[in-house]
């Protein structure tokens, strides 16, 4: 456990709202239809605090990874972040290098899922906004640019019930890891697959010796990529001179 952890000092967000009896009112309702059709109520902060004090130890780890299958605008992954970031500044904060880098991988660990476009759209901008705020990036910055890229890959548009994509492609992750001296690694993994590792691994099953390698397979290995090779991938494509 970290020691005295100030979690608020890189918050955009209200920390008034984090208090049961003080929170302000904040709508946790987009539309009665929505709520109707997708189950959509947004979780207070209060609330979101509480539960991923649950599992205090893993959000402030810089590499522990969440994947939130129904992630709305992203109330749980930003405090996953925000607690996330916080340790970064604890053991990189007297390193940019380290600092931005190990906030990078910050963000490489964070995953989610949402079914409404608008939700996605906004949960990519309040995560990668929480990025920006800590190391005061702008938008022109190789690591904003690599951000943006990596939150293009781990918050998908699709249906967690499904597993597939909003284009109806079975949704993969990647895997990142940093191996140091500014170098990420990636692997992408299936969802489908590496979901039934829960039948796998359950002592005594049918499938408890059957199969293991073939989840833990890739689907994609890459090699090494540098933050300026992510901040490129999420670049537009240059207009043919
Ligand atoms: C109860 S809200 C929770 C949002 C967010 N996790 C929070 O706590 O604030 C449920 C969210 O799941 C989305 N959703 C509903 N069905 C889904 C599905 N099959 N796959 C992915 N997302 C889904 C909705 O659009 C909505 O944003």
């Not at 946790?28 to 605090?49: C, I, L, N």
């Not at 992203?74 to 906030?103: D, M, P, T, W």
Request: charge should be negative; include cysteine.
């Amino acid at each position: 456990m970290l020691p005295s952890l100030d979690i608020d000092k890189f918050a955009h967000n209200d920390r008034k709202e984090a208090s049961p009896k003080k929170h302000r009112p904040m709508n946790y309702v987009k539309s009665k239809q929505r709520v109707a059709d997708h189950g959509e109520v947004f979780t207070p902060a209060w609330m979101v605090e509480a539960m991923l004090d649950l599992v205090k130890d893993e959000t402030e780890r810089i590499d522990a990874r969440f994947l939130e299958p129904a992630c709305g605008s992203g109330n749980f992954l930003v405090q996953i972040l925000r607690r996330k970031l916080a340790a970064v500044e604890l053991k990189y904060g007297k390193s940019e290098f380290e600092r931005r880098h190990y906030a990078l991988l910050a963000l490489m660990c964070i995953y989610g899922i949402e079914l409404l476009p608008d939700n996605i759209a906004e949960c990519r901008a309040n995560v990668l906004d929480i990025l920006a705020g800590y190391l005061k990036l702008d938008e022109a910055d190789e690591l904003y640019r690599a951000g943006f890229y990596v939150l293009s890959q781990n918050l998908v548009h699709g249906d967690a019930l499904t597993m597939r994509t909003d284009d109806n492609q079975p949704i993969s992750f990647a895997e990142w890891g940093y191996l140091g001296k500014g170098k990420f690694q990636r692997r992408d993994f299936r969802l489908d697959t590496l979901t039934l590792s829960a039948d796998f691994s359950a002592e005594g099953s049918l499938f408890a010796d059957v199969g293991r390698h073939e989840i833990f397979k890739p689907t994609k290995n890459y090699p090494p990529l540098t933050m300026r090779q992510l901040a490129a991938l999420g670049d537009p494509p240059q207009e043919a001179a």
